[in-house]
């Protein structure tokens, strides 16, 4: 656990050292989400990082209005903390969009990219950022992000801790990756990527993670059955097999 000041805001992290494997892992969360998010994929044997975003979880500062602006975060964080190479950023849903875009505007300080969940645009339903837009939080929405396979335990966990959020959070992540769009700048990204999507995923369904590999130039696109936008929390095991073979 650490903080550090980053341009006038702390912003937490989460460590987890490894010595099976060189080099480093830094993991970006979603939508409204913090470092927990991770937990079961910190003891993969390397040195591992899992962030909390400006206004997220227990960092200070204010959420990012674009993924440029997330993105630019992250990279000022690695400045800082000069992690071990080679450096790998893994990221979930807007982490996704975090990671890709720094692939994108800060490729020479990594050595590649893990997509979980991803989409080169992700659309939210209009109803929904109404919603938050007016400070209303109805978190039973996050169920449709899990497959119909998962426990009940799982999901019941992740509504608990959207209806924590507070919605102008909620609103800002999803605006800014409503406004994503980086469909035409995959091919400049050069980085080994892993794209991993669940079978059953609603909110960024696998024609997204194939789009990314099509168009990413050195990519693996792998699909996990019975699980959905949560893969990491559904399936970690497979995840963290997926993840581990291809730091090898």
């Known amino acids: 656990m650490g903080v550090i000041n980053?341009?006038?805001?702390?912003?937490?992290y989460h460590h987890h050292s490894g010595d099976k494997l060189p080099g480093s892992l830094l993991f970006i969360h979603g939508v409204g989400g913090s470092h927990e998010v991770w937990s079961l994929q910190m003891n993969l044997g390397i040195n591992s990082i899992a962030i909390d975003l400006p206004g997220h979880g227990q960092s200070g500062g204010k959420p990012g209005e674009?993924?440029?602006?997330?993105?630019?975060s992250v990279a000022d964080f690695l400045s800082a903390l000069q992690l071990p190479r080679p450096l790998y950023l893994v990221g979930h849903s807007m982490g996704a969009a975090i990671a890709m875009t720094c692939a994108l505007n800060y490729p020479e300080g990594l050595d590649g990219i893990i997509l979980i969940g991803a989409g080169q645009r992700m659309k939210v339903m209009p109803a929904l950022l109404d919603a938050l837009s007016q400070g209303k939080n109805d978190p039973g929405f996050i169920r449709m992000a899990f497959s119909p396979q998962t426990s009940s335990t799982t999901v019941e966990e992740m509504v608990k801790t959207f209806a924590a959020v507070a919605p102008s959070i909620l609103y800002t992540d999803f605006n800014a990756c409503n406004e994503l769009d980086v469909s035409h700048e995959l091919d400049k990204i050069s980085l080994p990527a892993l794209v991993i999507v669940g079978a059953d995923d609603k909110l960024t369904p696998l024609k997204l993670s194939q789009y990314l590999c099509s168009n990413i130039s050195n990519c693996t696109l792998e699909i996990i059955a019975d699980a959905g936008h949560f893969v990491m929390l559904e399936k970690p095991e497979e995840v963290n097999r997926l993840i581990s073979?291809?730091?090898l």
């Open 245 to 247: 073979e291809f730091l």
């Open 6 to 12: 980053i341009k006038g805001s702390d912003l937490y």
């Open 66 to 72: 674009s993924i440029a602006e997330c993105a630019a």
